[in-house]
């Protein structure tokens, strides 16, 4: 059980490019959960999957964001066309079926420019 | 909308004291509970939860906290603060059907703890 990993940590960009993020939940966790975090805020629901199937969306993921988990293990995250108010900590999280405990990544904060 | 209130923003202690750290949710059912600890540039660490049972619930690093129903609150606690504890503190609540394993975690703004020397 090497946790969950997120990647890059750090990602710095210029308005109007595409970027994206990479998630590895724990290896038996079927449900991954995305979250965004901007300064002094707490943790901020974006997105969920249970396995492939992307459950839920909150009205915080615009059109310019989407998400995969095609064989329902790593996830990414893609925001397109970026602007400065996408600055902030992408946080990743996962946990098993039945399990209330959720495990976070370290997050890949984003700075764009 | 369930929803979650951390008061205080900013809290200073000095090593050794103790520690209260203050969260009132809005939930209509018995909601599950959890406080988070994020260290700078990191992810979220649980310190502890709570869904039912025993309203008093101990955690790691010697936290414990309290689940008062009547008072809408699961305040964070700790006897004796150390310098490694400062860190941000968030609580948070499961969104429904948290405990059918779907849904999110819905936070609080958290609070920053300093330790003083």
């Known amino acids: 059980d090497t946790g969950v990993s997120q990647n890059p940590r750090h990602k710095i960009t210029k308005r109007g490019q595409n970027v994206t993020f990479r998630c590895d939940p724990i290896s038996e966790h079927n449900r991954l959960y995305w979250y965004r975090q901007t300064l002094g805020q707490g943790p901020e629901f974006l997105t969920y999957f249970q396995n492939e199937a992307q459950l839920e969306k909150s009205r915080l993921l615009s059109d310019r964001f989407s998400a995969e988990r095609p064989k329902g293990s790593f996830s990414t995250l893609e925001i397109q066309r970026t602007e400065q108010g996408d600055s902030a900590m992408y946080l990743c999280?996962?946990?098993?079926?039945?399990?209330?405990?959720?495990?976070f990544g370290q997050g890949t904060r984003l700075t764009v420019v | 909308a369930q929803s979650v209130t951390q008061p205080d923003i900013h809290i200073t202690v000095s090593e050794g004291a103790s520690l209260e750290l203050r969260c009132n949710y809005s939930?209509?059912?018995?909601?599950?509970l959890f406080w988070y600890v994020q260290s700078p540039g990191q992810g979220l660490q649980l310190l502890l939860k709570?869904?039912?049972?025993?309203?008093l619930v101990q955690g790691i690093k010697g936290f414990e906290a309290e689940f008062k129903r009547s008072q809408s609150s699961f305040n964070l606690r700790k006897p004796s603060v150390h310098w490694s504890d400062a860190a941000e503190y968030f609580c948070?609540?499961?969104?429904?059907?948290?405990?059918?394993?779907?849904?999110?975690?819905?936070f609080g703004k958290g609070t920053k703890l300093s330790v003083k020397p």
């Open positions: 948070a609540v499961g969104a429904p059907n948290y405990g059918g394993s779907q849904g999110n975690l819905i």
């Open positions: 939930y209509g059912a018995t909601p599950y």
């Open positions: 999280a996962s946990r098993y079926q039945g399990n209330t405990e959720a495990f």
């Open positions: 709570y869904f039912s049972g025993d309203t």
